[in-house]
């Protein structure tokens, strides 16, 4: 037997095994969703929560507390990602909740973790959003905040500022941000946290241009926010709470993720809404789909994402060779079909004439569909072949094509939120806060629309314009909602052929070579979550597996066959688990870049599925 015949033989093997485990995660009304990890202020916050609403139970308690212990390293500290550094704020929340769940300061592990905060700068150096859960409880003083008044609830959409410049996820978390920081209330705690406190201020670079300007801007509000004007400030925390209450989902959850979720809870109840309120009972009720039970142990998901998941099962599957017409993909497509969103949300500021269609990323999200979602399901739907689809198919893609930012490329869910002065704003200390146009994003959506046969359209050729004048340096390009350059360079490759760009053209050589030369000598590809920081880390990090089928992904759409692939190939054969599936510790995908990540447990099964099935494919054709 030929190399090329074994390397095929045992491609073959591991397709089988993983497409049959996959099969086997399918719930009975047709979605895939596998877990969203990401780290514990989640759990931590969920308890605070539970305690500002005096709603927190023992066992409740016991049990985050048994899992945020679990998480925590042998040097006392907590960290955003698996084998990341250590988060000074995440281990001083985490530190808060076991404070709250009984754990005493004495006790080794929180000895080690409090001389790490001390040592990182203390409480002083965290950032603003734990800082306001310290405020909460009396442990951190509201004067010292930044201040973002409700009366920007008033600032029309072309204002610079207003609530429509920040991205969606940001903007429902600053508004019931803004009822929290107006009222300030502190319910204090029955003990104090000063062994985590420096006593000296965080350390600050100057400041000059836009940063000295917003500096005296949160000066000139600090003074406002002493004497508002009484009327304007009643109408502000009015309009505040409306806007909260209309976004809140079918679920309870508002915009299906934790940290608005929390704080409209917050805010709402601060506005009078007590727990019995059918909005505050609907929101706390929610949190229970989110929650994990295990062993002894209580965790919360930051998000959950079953029609992404959904989408790109039926994709893999469909790629591994499962007829379109297989039962399991027959439930599938029903699903996403009644998952269509057919209603208006936040994106018709921007896009007011635009009609509605696409999909969203969770269960219940209809006020924010999401057009990496839309591509995706278009991509997979379509091959369904179902009739019935194409009015839904039609709908998504006229939503998809018409949210286009005015430089070509396309965000996740709005168009030209591109307004970095939100950037500059001292409150904004975390995480993405504008939602710009992305490679990985534009990508896709270029793959769909050119699939269904326009690849010659306007639309796409400006976003294949605004891909080629994306690409770095170096070959590749930025991964926004995956880590990294290994993931926005997979996602690029497929959809440059798509468009009908020449497997010899120079950006494909060049994206080529930078994957190539990124492999590592056991066949598979890793990038650590620190090259968002850092470059020294870009292309580099432990081996997974859907990094791995990410690069094997967009080195077959460039035509590659050589034994750069064979390589990729054997290094999923190899690593494979016997029960068809991979292990992936290690965190693939993003949420903010740089700040927050998402270890995606279902990403280490569908792309490798997919990435197995489109080389077996191409075998075929080669033969």
Not at 129 to 157: C, H, K, N, S, Y
Not at 544 to 568: F, K
Request: hydrophobic share 45%; charged share 20%.
């Amino acid at each position: 037997m030929t190399a090329v015949a074994t390397s095929a033989a045992r491609a073959a093997t591991a397709l089988k095994a993983a497409r049959d485990h996959l099969l086997g995660l399918q719930s009975p009304e047709g979605w895939w969703k596998g877990e969203l990890q990401t780290n514990v202020t989640m759990d931590a916050e969920d308890l605070l929560l539970r305690e500002f609403l005096a709603v927190r139970t023992e066992e409740e308690t016991a049990e985050a507390a048994r899992w945020i212990r679990s998480q925590q390293r042998p040097d006392g500290t907590w960290a955003n990602f698996h084998e990341g550094p250590a988060d000074l704020s995440t281990t001083v929340e985490a530190y808060a909740a076991l404070r709250l769940a009984g754990d005493p300061p004495s006790a080794p592990h929180m000895r080690a973790a409090a001389a790490y905060v001390r040592g990182a700068g203390g409480i002083e150096a965290t950032r603003v959003f734990t800082r306001i859960w310290l405020a909460l409880f009396g442990q951190w003083q509201w004067e010292d905040l930044p201040v973002i008044p409700p009366e920007i609830m008033f600032l029309p959409p072309w204002c610079p500022l207003n609530v429509y410049d920040w991205a969606c996820w940001a903007r429902q978390t600053i508004v019931p941000l803004t009822i929290v920081t107006a009222h300030r209330p502190v319910r204090p705690l029955p003990f104090g946290l000063p062994e985590l406190r420096t006593g000296k201020p965080a350390p600050r670079a100057p400041r000059t241009g836009w940063d000295a300007a917003f500096a005296a801007l949160d000066r000139a509000l600090h003074r406002y926010e002493r004497r508002p004007i009484p009327g304007l400030r009643r109408a502000a925390l009015r309009r505040a709470a409306e806007w909260v209450v209309a976004r809140q989902e079918a679920d309870g959850s508002w915009g299906g993720i934790q940290p608005p979720w929390v704080y409209s809870l917050i805010a709402l109840h601060l506005s009078g809404y007590g727990i019995d309120h059918p909005v505050m009972r609907a929101g706390l009720a929610g949190l229970d789909r989110f929650t994990i039970r295990e062993d002894g142990t209580r965790r919360l998901e930051a998000c959950q994402s079953p029609v992404w998941d959904t989408a790109l099962a039926m994709t893999a599957l469909l790629d591994a060779g499962l007829p379109r017409d297989h039962p399991a993909l027959a439930r599938a497509g029903e699903w996403l079909l009644r998952e269509e969103i057919r209603g208006p949300g936040d994106w018709t500021v921007r896009r007011p004439g635009l009609p509605p269609g696409g999909w969203a990323f969770e269960f219940d999200n209809d006020g924010y569909p999401d057009i990496d979602d839309t591509a995706e399901v278009i991509l997979a739907l379509r091959r369904l072949g179902r009739p019935d689809a194409r009015p839904a198919l039609e709908r998504g893609l006229r939503w998809m094509a018409g949210m286009a930012s005015r430089d070509g490329g396309f965000a996740a869910f709005d168009a030209d939120n591109t307004r970095e002065l939100c950037l500059r704003l001292p409150f904004c200390d975390f995480g993405a806060v504008i939602d710009p146009p992305s490679a990985d994003v534009t990508a896709h959506v270029v793959e769909a629309l050119a699939v269904e046969g326009m690849a010659r359209s306007p639309v796409v050729r400006r976003a294949v314009v605004w891909l080629l004048r994306a690409q770095e340096p170096d070959g590749s390009w930025f991964g926004r909602w995956g880590a990294n350059h290994v993931y926005g360079t997979g996602a690029v490759l497929p959809a440059l052929a798509a468009a009908g760009v020449r497997p010899g053209a120079p950006c494909v050589r060049r994206a080529v070579a930078w994957l190539e030369a990124h492999q590592h000598p056991c066949g598979g590809w890793g990038e650590d979550m620190r090259s968002y920081r850092d470059p020294a880390w870009i292309g580099r990090g432990e081996p997974t597996a859907s990094q791995t089928a990410w690069a094997l992904i967009g080195l077959l759409a460039a035509g590659e066959r050589g034994p750069c692939v064979d390589r990729g190939v054997a290094w999923l054969a190899d690593s494979q688990r016997p029960d068809g599936t991979w292990d992936e510790p290690y965190y693939t995908g993003t949420g903010f870049p740089g700040d927050f990540f998402i270890n995606y447990h279902l990403y280490r099964l569908v792309f490798p599925v997919s990435a197995l099935g489109r080389y077996l494919h191409a075998r075929e054709g080669m033969s």
